[in-house]
């Protein structure tokens, strides 16, 4: 089995997701403490925006590599 060649950034946008989700489960913390931390709420929602536009480009990046793929091999 040879050596995976990630030509469409998978790795590293799998990692920039994890580095937000991490982040996004203090925020939420925040905001269901018993302070109800507002600010916390906003920037929750902005990173799961943030989120969401990266698990599209992953999900793109892992089709057009199943699809590079499938055309060499």
Not at 14 to 26: A, C, N, T
Request: aromatic content about 8%; proline content about 1%.
């Amino acid at each position: 089995m040879g050596a995976f060649v990630d030509e469409f950034d998978i790795d590293e946008k799998y990692h920039q997701l994890r580095k937000l989700v991490e982040s996004l489960e203090g925020d939420l913390y925040k905001f269901v403490s018993p302070t109800k931390n507002k600010s916390a709420a906003i920037r929750a929602r902005k990173n799961l925006g943030e989120i969401k536009l990266l698990a599209t480009e992953l999900r793109k990046s892992i089709s057009k590599q199943r699809n590079h793929n499938n055309a060499h091999y």
